[in-house]
């Protein structure tokens, strides 16, 4: 159902191999995490980039992952209150946008269908039109979770189970390893998300490998402000005339 959100949790899913490089001891690293002890841990970087998302107001983010043959890319812009989106997997397409008072998602026919999971009758309803769903749905609430800033702490491993690699001199960063073990769907997945080892401790990127494909993620533009084209009342049609 349209419910779900395909970006940001899209990221545990992509498959990218991880940079590679001369892995260095922590004494010839960057600064340690603020607050943290002179050594930093796992446990540490997070518990300081925690902290350090909860007062970001926005950011910007791409991700791209190929699996097969198809790319797809997916630009996700987060604000408080306000956030938009936009995948593209080969010829399909989709873009959600979210203000204080309604939720849109506007697409092509294939992306709506492939992407958003429409079937071919509700497709046909909304046409070029977007969907428009109010605030305080469970649609709405759902898109907003994911495209405002209640989402920037799922960026965050849990400290079992994840790795800090050693520093690489000079790098200005840490990276932090962790797997999600395989599935009777789903092969096993390796992330690697690399934190600014400077005071601002905000994530810079992410890769993720798997068996089937790769991808990346990279953050940008901390702190910024969102801006929204919001389509016109006479090109939108109800989440209610679409589902029911």
Do not use: C
């Not at 790769?214 to 969102?226: I, K, R």
């Amino acid at each position: 159902r349209l419910y779900a959100m395909f970006p940001l949790n899209v990221r545990r899913s992509l498959h990218v191999l991880s940079a590679a490089g001369v892995l260095l001891t922590v004494a010839l690293g960057p600064v340690a995490v603020s607050g943290a002890s002179s050594v930093p841990t796992a446990a540490s970087v997070i518990k300081t980039t925690k902290a350090a998302l909860a007062q970001q107001s926005g950011v910007h983010i791409v991700v791209s992952e190929t699996v097969g043959k198809t790319k797809t890319t997916v630009v996700v812009d987060i604000g408080t209150t306000t956030g938009t989106e936009s995948i593209t997997s080969g010829q399909k397409y989709v873009s959600i946008t979210v203000t204080p008072k309604f939720a849109y998602v506007q697409g092509t026919s294939s992306g709506l269908s492939g992407i958003m999971g429409l079937t071919a009758t509700q497709v046909k309803l909304v046409g070029t039109k977007s969907i428009a769903m109010a605030a305080g749905s469970t649609p709405y609430k759902r898109f907003k979770t994911s495209l405002t800033t209640a989402a920037l702490l799922t960026f965050l491993p849990v400290a079992k189970g994840t790795t800090l690699l050693p520093v690489v001199a000079g790098s200005g960063s840490y990276k932090l390893r962790w797997s999600v073990k395989a599935s009777a769907s789903s092969a096993k997945v390796t992330s690697v998300l690399t934190i600014a080892s400077n005071k601002s401790a905000l994530p810079q990127s992410e890769t993720v490998k798997s068996s089937t494909g790769g991808g990346a993620t990279t953050f940008s533009h901390w702190g910024e402000s969102v801006h929204l084209t919001v389509p016109n009342s006479s090109n939108v049609v109800s989440y209610k005339k679409v589902f029911g």
